[in-house]
């Protein structure tokens, strides 16, 4: 079937560690997002693509960063200079940019 | 930036109650989108519009994309149990550099059987 697929599901990170989430889509759709979502609160945007090999900040990319070097792959690298990484992190994709976006399950960040 | 106000912030009702929330914006917008969350999964597209004044349907689903083009609004009818969840608001205005989806922050639907 035709989707987002974010992966894993839950992540732990250790104090001062780098974690990787991943995103894929066999949609072959151009554009793809990163989204932080807090409790309470709506998304909010860290990095986006609008073609492969190219991207750009969001409103919050401090202390994140992206890749896009495959059309089908967009992962965020949650570095160890993001004082506050817990949170739920969604990434999504669209045809192209001006276009609806369509939105995989999340991962879940937790701090150990 | 661009902000949206999106009301209420959380709805108690009974099965069987039609719902309203609405968004609105300072800015305008040339595409709404309402998204549905479930707990724990990502946001399901529901309805997308395009057009000033537009009204469209998805079964249960009516939403419509105000005149002033700077407010939208979602209605349910006959709520159910399964609709429970979260609903965001979005919206996209088409600038130079490109279009950035703008969310609201939500509204919490809880339906009491």
């Known amino acids: 079937d035709g989707g987002i697929t974010q992966s894993p599901k839950y992540l732990f990170r250790k104090e001062g560690q780098n974690v990787t989430l991943s995103c894929e889509q066999n949609?072959?759709?151009?554009?793809m997002y990163w989204y932080r979502q807090d409790p309470g609160q709506g998304l909010r945007l860290i990095y986006y693509s609008q073609i492969v090999n190219d991207f750009q900040k969001g409103d919050i990319a401090e202390g994140y960063s992206v890749s896009r070097e495959k059309k089908e792959s967009f992962p965020l690298t949650v570095t160890s200079a993001q004082k506050n990484p817990t949170a739920f992190y969604l990434c999504a994709s669209s045809m192209a940019f001006n276009q609806p976006q369509h939105f995989g399950d999340g991962t879940r960040l937790s701090i150990l | 930036g661009q902000q949206l106000n999106q009301s209420p912030q959380s709805m108690f009702i009974q099965e069987g109650e039609d719902v309203s929330m609405n968004c609105t914006s300072s800015s305008i917008f040339n595409t709404w989108l309402w998204y549905k969350q479930d707990p724990g999964e990502g946001p399901v597209l529901l309805i997308a519009l395009y057009k000033a004044g537009e009204l469209t349907s998805n079964g249960r689903l009516t939403a419509q994309f105000g005149i002033t083009r700077k407010d939208s609004f979602l209605n349910i009818s006959a709520s159910i149990p399964s609709d429970v969840g979260i609903y965001f608001c979005?919206?996209?205005?088409?600038?130079?550099?490109?279009?950035?989806?703008?969310f609201g922050e939500g509204t919490q639907l809880t339906v009491n059987p």
């Open positions: 949609l072959n759709h151009d554009a």
């Open positions: 979005a919206g996209q205005f088409q600038e130079t550099s490109g279009s950035r989806l703008t």
